[in-house]
């Protein structure tokens, strides 16, 4: 994941790519002291991109991280 331009003043664009199987995708934007100010809910696979907007927020130092979900089924007998 990588995001343009870094530094920003009013906006970002993350760009990523999820993994085919992968079930559900997330992104979450985090304040420097670790507090999720925003989730963005990301459907099917392949590369994406996704603008952040932080016209609300102060300067400082922010935080993204993406998590995919996939299902694995195990059998044991």
């Not at 085919?20 to 696979?45: F, W, Y």
Request: proline share 6%; net charge negative.
């Amino acid at each position: 994941m990588q995001n343009i331009p870094n530094p920003f003043t009013t906006e970002t664009k993350i760009s990523f790519s999820i993994p085919e199987g992968a079930t559900t995708a997330e992104i979450q934007i985090l304040n420097s002291n670790g507090q999720m100010l925003e989730s963005i809910d990301i459907e099917g696979h392949g590369p994406g991109e996704v603008m952040v907007r932080a016209l609300d927020l102060p300067a400082g130092t922010y935080i993204y991280l993406g998590f995919h979900m996939t299902r694995h089924l195990l059998s044991t007998y």
